[in-house]
């Protein structure tokens, strides 16, 4: 199914000339996906809501079970968010801790 105007580029890992649009389907379905604990996929400007108590290494705090955090963002390292919290500047959670809201 592709038009007659695509663009031809060579895939080097098949070795066959394949439709532009194609090859960039391809690497879409291919590229890796932040998923919560449950599975859910995670994008940037979610919120997630902690299911585990996690102790904040160099704040003294620790973040109870059930806290929701607004507006996260993804890392290049899928098990890895950025978060804003009060008072705790440049929070990273993993996402095995977190569920989508």
Same mark, same amino acid.
């Given at each position: ?22 090859? =960039? =389907?391809?690497?879409? =379905? =291919? ?71």
């Amino acid at each position: 199914m592709s038009d007659q105007n695509d663009d031809y580029v060579y895939d080097e890992a098949s070795g066959e000339w394949l439709p532009a649009s194609e090859l =960039a =389907a391809r690497a879409a =379905a =291919a590229a890796p996906v932040a998923r919560d604990a449950s599975g859910a996929v995670l994008a940037d400007g979610d919120s997630v809501t902690l299911i585990k108590d996690l102790k904040v290494k160099g704040a003294g705090q620790t973040l109870k079970q059930g806290t929701v955090i607004r507006s996260i963002r993804l890392t290049p390292n899928i098990e890895e968010i950025d978060c804003r919290f009060d008072g705790i500047k440049g929070l990273v959670l993993r996402t095995e801790f977190v569920r989508k809201r």
